[in-house]
């Protein structure tokens, strides 16, 4: 998923599925790029593109902070947050690769979401709130997002957001229980 915020289509066409083996893939693909943008002479870029490089900095290296933190995957429901790889895809999606990578993503949505819940095992509190708005704010964009092929993708892409949206608040809402 970083190389589509990155500006790549990956050559496969599965969603990667949370994983710890697919979080150490990501943390080792950050830190390439960011090998890769210390190499550019930042001082000779133009303003619009030095305010592009810093931007991309900041990402690969707040993203290589929160990869580089084992616990993340059972711990950070907002690890979860595709609003930006999908927001991504949906501007790219007038070009043919983007618009199928994004149908078939769509539809593997529900795999995804499903061996989320399977990690989040020690939730902190804290996070389930910010989770709980990030992924009502996925599934706005999803509902706005007109441009599938496959519409069965987009329901079934809809259904699994509101069911993870139903087990965070499940889990908040135990969580508030068990405190009080």
């Excluded at 690769?97 to 819940?117: D, H, I, N, S």
């Excluded at 389930?128 to 990030?134: H, N, R, S, V, Y």
């Amino acid at each position: 998923m970083q190389a589509v915020l990155a500006g790549d289509l990956p050559a496969s066409v599965a969603l990667p599925i949370p994983t710890t083996q697919k979080r150490t893939e990501n943390l080792a693909f950050c830190q390439t790029q960011l090998r890769q943008l210390q190499v550019v002479p930042a001082n000779e870029l133009s303003p619009a593109s030095h305010f592009k490089y810093q931007s991309f900095d900041r990402f690969l290296r707040q993203a290589s902070q929160n990869l580089s933190q084992d616990s993340i995957l059972r711990d950070d429901a907002r690890y979860y947050d595709l609003q930006a790889v999908f927001r991504t895809l949906f501007r790219r999606a007038q070009h043919s690769p983007a618009q199928t990578l994004a149908a078939q993503w769509l539809q593997q949505l529900p795999q995804y979401y499903a061996q989320a819940k399977q990690n989040l095992k020690d939730q902190q509190p804290q996070y389930l709130l910010q989770a709980i708005e990030q992924q009502t704010a996925f599934y706005q964009l999803l509902k706005q997002y007109s441009r599938p092929t496959n519409l069965d993708a987009k329901r079934t892409a809809q259904i699994a957001v509101k069911d993870f949206i139903a087990f965070l608040i499940s889990l908040e809402f135990e969580q508030n229980n068990l405190i009080e």
